[in-house]
């Protein structure tokens, strides 16, 4: 019972490279997100998905993108890497968007830019 | 801005006692309040999710919810050194399961 797998677990880029974090799960969930977590701090939404085919953005979207071709996969994508994107990056997904609508989180991406 | 605000602690307890760990919210459409442990260099862990206006109990762990002045809070009964973690609260504020987190309180449980 896998849930929410990210990979990497860990990345060093430089400044201006490029990468993609990917995301997958396998509960059937509609929902996914992406959240960034800078030390000492919560969770801040980059973007979400309700479905297949859509995204929007969250709270901190600058710098990133995102696409939804399967009801699996969302994958994170990060241009020209700059030192404000070092962070933990968390997958999240749920069955719901309204009420009983936990969240279950993969184990995050710790990425630095240097 | 839709906010969440948690007291960042940290939060120190002795063995046994109860830790009491509170809560605000700005949005007053907020209809869904999750609290989640996190271990250090650990992903976000969902322990109670709350309602409606009340108490909710769950083994150790009880939430409690009051719409009306916009405040959640856990309750952990008898606390244990395992306990020790950051608890973040979570607000879903709308349809789309986007939550809302505050930036967590440390707690400390001494032996």
């Known amino acids: 019972n896998a849930g929410v797998t990210q990979t990497p677990k860990f990345r060093i880029l430089k400044i201006g490279q490029s990468m993609t974090l990917q995301c997958t799960q396998d509960m059937n969930h509609n929902y996914m997100y992406w959240y960034r977590q800078d030390p000492g701090m919560g969770l801040k939404l980059i973007y979400y998905s309700v479905g297949a085919g859509i995204t929007d953005k969250g709270e901190v979207p600058n710098g990133y993108n995102v696409s939804r071709s399967t009801t699996e996969d969302f994958p994170l994508r990060l241009e020209l890497a700059a030192p404000s994107q070092t962070s933990v990056y968390f997958c999240a997904s749920s069955l719901r968007g309204s009420m009983n609508s936990e969240a279950f989180f993969g184990q995050g991406t710790r990425l630095t830019v240097v | 801005q839709k906010e969440v605000e948690q007291n960042s602690g940290p939060l120190s307890v002795p063995e046994g006692a109860i830790a009491s760990l509170n809560c605000t919210y700005s949005?007053?459409?907020?209809?869904?309040f999750f609290w989640y442990r996190q271990y250090s260099g650990k992903s976000p862990e969902l322990i109670m999710s709350i309602y409606s206006n009340g108490d909710k109990e769950d083994g150790r762990f009880t939430a409690q919810l009051n719409k009306a002045s916009q405040y959640v809070s856990l309750l952990i009964r008898d606390s244990q050194p395992s306990d020790s973690a950051t608890y973040l609260c979570?607000?879903?504020?709308?349809?789309?399961?986007?939550?809302?987190f505050g930036q967590g309180t440390t707690l400390q449980v001494k032996p």
């Open positions: 979570a607000v879903n504020a709308g349809n789309t399961g986007k939550l809302i």
């Open positions: 949005d007053r459409g907020s209809q869904s």
